[in-house]
């Protein structure tokens, strides 16, 4: 099954913050100052209409909207307050970004094996299997953030097919990981 990332779903707010074709740097990037404006604006209890059904995870996607905006500093200062796998996964891919590659296996080794990775493992594969990918290939039965860390460093501010590959399936995680994490915060339930 082929994964799919439809802003729309996460109602016209988050809409607004995901539209474009942003493909995050393997690095800091650049903060994209004009959505600095409405992330300001967007907190916890307006992300969803309704009741939240889990802060710790509506947290995580203020952050991860933040991070995927190159707001570095923001995302950090609400994922290093979380203190659950999900704030791990974050915390782990800002510190890639850094990038500050020890400190984010640190935070990888605190996640565990999170229910996003196998989505994640299997939209890769997908890729690698159409041949849409070059490297780098799940080469085993669960997603390994260690080595994505380490092909991370090696292909960061590099122009290479690499480094596009790596930033693209950089935002696969992002997308599979944020629309977990919304879906545990969410009491709306969005169509899988």
């Known amino acids: 099954m082929t994964w799919t990332f439809n802003p729309v779903a996460y109602g016209p707010a988050v809409a607004e913050l995901l539209t474009g074709d942003r493909l995050p740097e393997l690095g800091p990037g650049r903060a994209n100052a004009a959505a600095r404006p409405l992330l300001e604006q967007l ?13 710790d995870m509506a947290r995580c996607c203020l952050a991860a909207l933040w991070l995927h905006h190159d707001f570095l500093d923001e995302s950090h200062k609400i994922s290093q307050e979380i203190e659950t796998p999900s704030g791990s996964y974050w915390h782990g891919i800002l510190h890639r970004r850094e990038p500050d590659y020890g400190n984010a296996k640190y935070w990888f080794r605190r996640v565990g094996k999170h229910p996003a990775m196998e989505p994640l493992r299997l939209a890769v594969a997908e890729l690698a299997e159409k041949g849409e990918l070059i490297a780098p290939a799940p080469r085993k039965s669960a997603w390994d953030a260690f080595a994505f860390v380490d092909w991370c460093e090696e292909f960061a501010g590099k122009e290479s097919a690499q480094a596009e590959v790596c930033r693209r399936v950089q935002l696969l995680e992002w997308q599979i990981l944020f629309d977990w994490c919304w879906r545990e915060h969410s009491p709306i339930k969005l169509e899988a």
């Open 43 to 55: 907190t916890v209890e307006r992300l969803v209409p309704g009741p939240i059904a889990d802060a």
